[in-house]
């Protein structure tokens, strides 16, 4: 079994000059560093917890992260069996359920990717391997949860 391993710096550039006082004495904003990475990622938390609404928080991170996850995955599989995609787009949704005492997770993830390929006659094909790109994606099979892909695949002709 091969190994991967991965570094990012969380930076916190919330204070505001009483540090974590108390809960309203200081802001979630942060940045997302990875060495070699050209930017920044600006985050905070989700508004709901006193974020700031123009900054990523984790959870959008988490989303986006199966969302690229899968379509990578996708496209590859799509290439190895001869299916040329010229488009995706994905409008991915989940719902996070908090509990009484502020914890939380995720409950439900759908991936709503809309698919362009060049050749009508392998829409279905085209289909079936969005099954095959959720086995193999890494985040997918990190969740304990079952994400759901509800695809449009069109075909450019």
């Known amino acids: 079994m091969k190994k991967h391993g991965y570094q990012v710096k969380i930076e916190w550039t919330g204070n505001e000059g009483q540090g974590t006082l108390n809960y309203r004495s ?21 508004p709901s ?3 700031d609404p123009t900054r990523y928080n984790p959870e959008e991170l988490f989303l986006s992260s199966l969302s690229a996850c899968h379509m990578l ?4 599989l799509c290439s190895v069996n001869k299916i040329v995609v010229t488009q995706y787009l994905d409008h991915a949704t989940g719902v996070m359920e908090e509990e009484e005492n502020g ?4 409950a439900k993830v759908t991936l ?7 050749d009508a006659n392998r829409i279905l094909r085209a289909k079936e391997l969005h099954h095959e790109a ?6 997918a099979n990190s969740c304990n949860f079952q ?11």
């Open 26 to 46: 200081y802001n979630r904003n942060h940045h997302i560093i990875a060495e070699g990475k050209y930017d920044v990622i600006n985050g905070s938390s989700d």
């Open 112 to 118: 709503h990717p809309h698919v362009i390929i060049s």
């Open 49 to 51: 917890f006193m974020g």
């Open 103 to 106: 914890s939380g997770r995720f």
């Open 134 to 139: 959720n086995k193999m994606c890494f985040i």
């Open 147 to 157: 994400i759901a892909h509800e695809p449009v695949i069109e075909s450019e002709t």
């Open 73 to 76: 995955w996708y496209l590859h």
